[in-house]
């Protein structure tokens, strides 16, 4: 398909690098389309591990690749990844393309982020403090500085004088902070802007181009359907849009480019931070799932919270996103257990059972799980999934309304089952 959304359908960490790194291959152009060096993404590559945080999985497979809008930059993460990339043997320059418009993320963001979890204590997000939300906050309010800035010395100089100036009275004064040396701050960042220069375009015409030449794009979501700004489980939630229509904005492009969207989940749900989550696992079970799926953070190398497969919020990930089929990723983690539970429906405080995911806070922070158990397989899945795990795949699949098109059965890029 010509322009393809890869979205992550849980709490982010489904899987998708693989996911995309998979279809890359196929693929002419791969753009990441929100969020920035919070993102954390592993790919195995003939026996050689990647862990990638900003930059587009596609540049691993060679293939040219775009930074859109909607994204915040960390330069300096970027070009230690560039670098990084370079020195094991890939091109980057001509291949990477970077928006103009998105937003860099500055280091009195990430001081900013880290200043005011700490200051949250028990009631804090438990963000990646990168320094996201702080710089898409300076976005919104229009004080940011954007990729195209990097491009005049002059005009650099003038927002950092600016922002520092403003950032240090928060930082010293609210959060008892040290303050930025603005020179220091100045030399080092004209440094990083000359290096990234040469990698700036206008990606929404870059995008359209490809489009109508019949090219195919791929689009890559970071973070997932439930950390989206507007619809995930706010407060405890990313400061972007990963759900699918924010490919659409990010790259300036109509939402009727999109022909399909695959959504990436888990064959069971993890989630990092804070916040409500019904399906998380209690009692020994727990340990053995975050063992076998090694499920401690990319970025933060933070224990993440394991939980049974919750199809009440993957239905709404169907829905939020338009997803037309699926990825279910790291089945193998549950060849182990003989029994699987799943959440099917959700038990409100009021004692009304729900398929659909609570519109309102309360009733999602206090719902229940409502289990149905599966038969599990309790055995290796090799080439060909054991009948338990068809059936499984299967109860998702009638559950959702959508085919199941990959299943993931380990870490590298050729474990991956193609279905149907
Ligand atoms: P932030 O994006 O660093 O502001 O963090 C906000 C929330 O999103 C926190 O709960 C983080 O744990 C979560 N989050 C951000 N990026 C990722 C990711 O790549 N995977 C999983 N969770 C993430």
Known sequence: ???????????????????????????????????????????????????????????IAGKRCAIGAG?????????????????RGHRTR?????????????????????????????????TTRRGIGPAYA?????????VQDLLDPKILRQKLELAVAEKNVWLQRVYEHDPFDVEEVVSTQLRLAERLAPYVEDT????????????????????????????????????????AAGAAVSFGIGPNRIDEVLGVAKAYVTRVGEGPF???????????VQALGQEFGTVTGRERRCGWLDLVALRFAVRVNGITSLALTKLDVLSEFSDLPVCVRYRLPSGTETA??????SDFHHCRPVFEVLPGWATPIEHELPRAAKGYVSFVEDALGVPVTLVGTGAAREHVLALG
């Open 1 to 59: 398909m010509p322009a393809t959304v890869i979205v992550g359908a849980q709490w982010g960490d489904e899987g998708k690098g693989k996911i995309v790194d998979l279809l890359a291959q196929g693929s002419d152009l791969v753009c990441r389309y929100q969020g920035g060096p919070n993102a954390g993404h592993t790919v195995v590559v003939g026996g050689e591990t990647y862990k990638i945080r900003q930059i587009p999985t596609g540049l």
């Open 71 to 87: 994204c915040v930059v960390d330069p300096a993460v970027l070009i230690a990844e560039l670098d990084e990339l370079e020195a």
């Open 94 to 126: 001509g291949l990477l393309f970077v928006s103009g418009n998105a937003h860099l993320v500055m280091p009195w963001h990430v001081a900013l982020d880290g200043a005011r979890e700490r200051r949250l204590g028990n009631l804090q997000i438990g």
């Open 138 to 146: 300076d976005k919104v309010t229009r004080i940011g500085i954007r």
């Open 204 to 243: 929404s015409l870059l995008v359209d181009a490809a489009l109508r030449a019949g090219e195919r794009v791929l689009f890559e979501g970071a973070q997932g359907t439930l950390l989206d700004l507007d619809h995930g489980t706010y407060p405890f939630v990313t400061s972007s849009s990963p759900i």
């Open 278 to 288: 019904p399906s998380e696992i209690v009692g020994p079970e727990h340990a053995r």
């Open 356 to 361: 659909d995911f609570p519109a309102h806070q």
